[in-house]
């Protein structure tokens, strides 16, 4: 997708892109405009949600994304590979203290990765809105600091988000 035509539209969707709330975002894509903070909330909310600035942010955070998944994925790799090597001299070496804590890292970073493959093909919160996203996070919050009731509803949002 190309760069948006009106530039200040583009400018929103890269100042969104690039981290900004839609309030700031937005103030900053006009910055000859004088405006309460509670009217740009507003515009920028609106302007948020059409399709186009959708589709430009998602389009300007991709190659960001895509480098953080690269990283992310190699650093785990890296590090299982790392893990054998330290096994295999400590083995050579005779040291089972060694053995044990490369082998107990190796199985923790399997776990791991047996994670992100599970976060990843889950896709329950891939659809949610970000009201949706910020009740769960708040009902989370909650229960851990303890000051649920015991009783949550968090599954039952998850089902209705997909």
């Known amino acids: 997708m190309p760069a948006l035509n009106l530039p200040k539209r583009e400018a929103f969707a890269q100042l969104v892109a690039s981290g900004k709330s839609f309030v700031d975002a937005y103030i900053e894509s006009r910055p000859r405009t004088l405006m309460r903070r509670e009217t740009a909330h507003k515009e920028g909310s609106v ?3 059409q399709a186009d600035i959708v589709a430009r942010i998602a389009e300007l955070r991709q190659p960001v994304i895509e480098r953080v998944r690269k990283k992310f ?3 785990l790799d890296k590090a299982m590979e790392e893990c054998e090597a330290a096994e295999q001299l400590a083995r ?4 089972p203290n ?4 490369a082998t107990t890292l190796k199985a923790k970073l399997q776990k791991m990765l047996v994670n992100v493959s599970e976060t990843r093909k889950s896709s329950e919160l891939d659809d949610a809105s970000t009201e949706e996203l910020v009740e769960l996070l708040t009902e989370l919050r909650a ?4 000051a649920g009731n015991g009783v949550s509803n968090v599954g039952q949002k998850l089902k209705l988000v997909t």
């Open 47 to 49: 302007l948020a949600k």
């Open 143 to 146: 229960r851990k600091s303890g």
């Open 92 to 95: 050579a070496m005779l040291q």
């Open 98 to 101: 060694v053995m044990l804590q």
């Open 73 to 75: 994925a190699y650093s």
